[in-house]
């Protein structure tokens, strides 16, 4: 069993005293364009986790399905929480589980908003700091991608609700995914860097930020396979030799 909410008190010490890998996915309630769900990077989180711990052990958390959505929280659905509640709940998640005794722990983030990276990353600083020291992993899928992207003919075109992410919803769970909305999308305009946005939706309607021309049944099986591949290896590594190369 990988799944932590299978698990006795009793197996889920003996795991950790092994020294296991705790996988802690976050996904987000964001809008992706008309072409599925809210909780595609629930989904997707929860996925790759639960492949990677298949693969190569390990233990998988219950999914988080709330996240920092800055860019899309006036669409309607998107639930965003503040950045300094989502450090609150990070880290007190973490400081939990490494109280009762983890001490390899991946948090998975299927939401590549960069503020969800960076509230993670401080949320778990003190506890990192702290004795007995950790080891902690911040991960997303965007860390593994480029080598598919390039295969597919997406370098730089590729982003939000586009054809490496709605490829892999549609190999995940295709019944969140409509097919029949996708919207025509051939490029990857810039957003804005510097501005402080009130609506930052609106520098891209349709809610796609990327294009959407290479969807397909092939693309999505690929990226996922690649994602789990990768990361299993990178946390193999870090067991292994207690740093990343």
Known sequence: MTRL???TKDEF??????????????GSMETHGPNFGFGADTIAAAHVCRAVTLRGGGLVAPTLPYGVCRTMRNRPGTVSLSVVTFITVGREVVAEYVRHGARYLALYSGHAEPAQFEALREGVLPIVDAEPRPTVLVVGPYAFLDPVRRDAELGGRDGHAASLETS?????????VRVDRIPVVADRPALSRFPVLPRPEAEFPTGVHGDTS?????LGPRAFDHVVGEFTRVLEWVRREGREW
Not at 13 to 26: D, S
Not at 168 to 176: E, F, G, M, N, Y
Not at 214 to 218: G, I, L, M, Q
């Open 5 to 7: 909410g299978d698990l």
């Open 13 to 26: 010490a003996t795991a950790l005293q092994a020294g296991a890998w705790l996988l802690l996915p976050f």
């Open 168 to 176: 892999t919803l549609l190999a995940l769970d295709p019944s969140v």
């Open 214 to 218: 290479k969807v397909s049944a092939e």
